[in-house]
């Protein structure tokens, strides 16, 4: 335990919150295809969310969530989580400022394990950044279905520079 007393991070402004939110949920078409919603931004972690319609079904037969819908979804969370580590190490900058450092964002490795079928009526997901540093971040992710049970796995790496 440090013999310094850390201060909590300090809460984003709501025009960074909206900001991160539109670029995410509007902007990126791929995640407005897959009805991607930023349910909570934090420095440490964020939850979005994913509900389940027809265009997203993998297998027909027993209506699962396809693994791609997974895997881009725990993608984004973690680009996500990397926009909200980088806008909380920035707080001196104006929030228009923070959000122009995500477009340096980029997947530069992304693993994913898939430990259940995705089924249900929606999904949420979370992510955290493990480290982050000059030029990469280091995330974790997992996806869960609408009972809480754990569906997918993942870790990336970003550039951030």
């Known amino acids: 335990m440090s013999k310094h007393p850390s201060q909590p991070p300090q809460p984003f402004e709501a025009e960074f919150i909206e900001g991160v ?12 295809l897959l ?7 934090a420095a440490d972690h964020v939850l979005g969310r994913v509900d389940m319609r027809p265009e997203l079904v993998g297998h ?13 979804t725990l993608d ?11 806008g909380a190490r920035h707080m001196d900058e104006p929030p228009t400022k ?3 450092r995500f477009l340096k964002v980029g997947t530069i490795d992304l693993r994913i ?12 997901a979370r992510a955290e950044v493990m480290r982050l540093g ?6 974790r992710m997992e996806f869960r279905d609408a009972q809480d049970a754990l569906v997918s796995t993942g870790t990336a790496a970003y550039i951030v520079s």
């Open 113 to 124: 394990d898939y430990l259940r079928a995705g089924l249900g009526d929606y999904f949420t």
């Open 60 to 72: 027909f037969s027993y209506n699962r969530l396809h693994g791609g819908v997974i895997s881009a």
């Open 21 to 32: 939110r539109h670029i995410f949920e509007q902007r990126v078409a791929f995640n407005r």
């Open 35 to 41: 009805g991607f919603k930023v349910i909570e931004l």
């Open 98 to 100: 923070r959000l122009e």
């Open 134 to 139: 000059s030029r990469v971040a280091t995330t």
């Open 76 to 86: 984004a969370m973690a680009g996500l989580a990397v926009t909200a580590a980088i």
